[in-house]
T-cell receptor, first 112, second 114 residues
Framework: GNSVTQMEGPVTLSEEAFLTINCTYTATGYPSLFWYVQYPGEGLQLLLKATKADDKGSNKGFEATYRKETTSFHLEKGSVQVSDSAVYFCALSEGRNTPLVFGKGTRLSVIA | SAVISQKPSRDICQRGTSLTIQCQVDSQVTMMFWYRQQPGQSLTLIATANQGSEATYESGFVIDKFPISRPNLTFSTLTVSNMSPEDSSIYLC???????????FGSGTRLTVV
């Protein structure tokens, strides 16, 4: 079946550090890939997505590129802020009318 | 864009009782998805609800414990039955949209069973 594997947390970084959160997937077809973010005490928000190979999703300074050859969708940000502290979930969808499959989540803490 | 109103936002319930969670979507959608997020964990799919048919449950979840209704294309309920402390979680509904290939989530119901 489909699955998503993301790096274990927690990750603690200093402000302005470079962030990478690794995500790899297993899927039978050609899934769409997503990063969702959950800020403390808040609901789940879409951060970015990519629907086909070599697509790059970007939002709020975060980027992730759909790499079919390595089945990966790593999240990166060049300079993190304290306000980026949250739990980040990588997820995939096989297509219309199918649910998201989530990774375990990675907790990021950014300290000033 | 699709907006989901989920109620209640939180509740504290006695063991052995049941709680019904409602999700109202501001547009018609084919599928609605129900997830559970246990403390400190990721989201696990409970079931997929299609209007006019029985919900499809994932392994480990059964209809007697988590009955779902889907009376029309904008509304669904999930009931957590005969609750125990192990049911303490956040429950979320989700739909596809607002754009193709995206998903919107309700704000979640934080359930504590005592």
């Amino acid at each position: 079946g489909n699955s998503v594997t993301q790096m274990e947390g927690p990750v603690t970084l200093s402000e302005e550090a470079f962030l990478t959160i690794n995500c790899t997937y297993t899927a039978t077809g050609y899934p769409s890939l997503f990063w969702y973010v959950q800020y403390p005490g808040e609901g789940l928000q879409l951060l970015l997505k990519a629907t086909k190979a070599d697509d790059k999703g970007s939002n709020k300074g975060f980027e992730a590129t759909y790499r079919k050859e390595t089945t990966s969708f790593h999240l990166e940000k060049g300079s993190v802020q304290v306000s980026d502290s949250a739990v980040y979930f990588c997820a995939l969808s096989e297509g219309r009318n199918t649910p998201l499959v989530f990774g375990k989540g990675t907790r990021l803490s950014v300290i000033a | 864009s699709a907006v989901i109103s989920q109620k209640p936002s939180r509740d504290i319930c006695q063991r052995g009782t049941s709680l019904t969670i409602q999700c109202q979507v501001d547009s018609q959608v084919t599928m609605m998805f129900w997830y559970r997020q246990q403390p400190g964990q990721s989201l696990t799919l409970i079931a997929t609800a299609n209007q006019g048919s029985e919900a499809t449950y994932e392994s480990g979840f059964v209809i007697d414990k988590f009955p779902i209704s889907r009376p029309n294309l904008t509304f669904s309920t999930l009931t957590v039955s005969n609750m125990s402390p192990e049911d303490s979680s956040i429950y979320l509904c989700s739909v596809e949209g607002p754009y193709r290939g995206g998903y919107t989530f309700g704000s979640g119901t934080r359930l504590t069973v005592v």
